[in-house]
């Protein structure tokens, strides 16, 4: 069965937050070689992105195909968009149709917006709970890498995407093959300076 995952870009997007699902989500292509995997922007111009990184989208929303699954990362840049009609509304859209509808880090406050978060389970990078929580209807967990609330799936900051996306991997797959590609990527972190965090 052939899958179609879009991964939402827009100026000041966290380089992380779309990154490294990707890598996950393109080494799943040896063991399914049909997935696509497209990123996406409201123009389809040049994004840059928080720390600098220019990308050029696959796809505007305009010519965007239709799409399995949906991940929208974070950044200073969701603080913007949030008031930006046309991305909410095609968020709304295509999250409808999808199987799953996943964000990274304050991506989920675009996805609350859109209303596909409200009511939910969610969580958000560990600086922006409180905001998130203020703006009511979700509950806003801390202290988690990644929260399922039905086809909604949301992580934490910037390297939490990663694992959302081998849980993912799992779910669509199994998890012996979102444990090869997590071997593949050799994501096995041992921060250096863990016990001081």
């Keep these: 069965m052939s899958r179609t995952i879009g991964i939402l870009l ?4 966290e380089e992380l937050d779309f990154a490294g699902p990707w890598e996950v989500f393109t080494s799943t292509r040896e063991a399914d070689a049909a997935l696509r995997v497209v990123t996406i922007s409201q123009s389809g111009e040049i994004v840059r992105c928080a720390k600098g990184l220019r990308v050029v989208p696959d796809h505007s929303f305009e010519d965007a195909p239709s799409l399995d699954i949906v991940l929208v990362p974070g950044g200073q840049g969701t603080r913007r968009e949030v008031d930006n009609p046309i991305l909410i509304e095609w968020l709304r859209k295509v999250a409808d149709g999808c199987d799953w509808v996943t964000s990274v880090c304050t991506g989920s406050l675009l996805l609350h917006e859109a209303g596909i978060a409200r009511g939910k389970r969610i969580t958000t990078h560990h600086a ?3 905001t998130l929580r203020a703006r009511g209807d979700a509950e806003v967990l801390a202290r988690v890498r990644y929260v399922r609330d039905g086809n909604l799936v949301t992580s934490a900051g910037v390297s939490a995407g990663i694992d959302m996306a081998l849980w993912l991997v799992g779910q669509l797959y199994s998890p012996k093959i979102a444990r090869a590609v997590q071997r593949g990527i050799e994501y096995d972190p ?8």
């Design 128 to 130: 922006f709970i409180e």
């Design 10 to 13: 827009f100026d000041d997007v």
């Design 190 to 197: 041992a921060p250096p300076y863990g016990a001081e965090v």
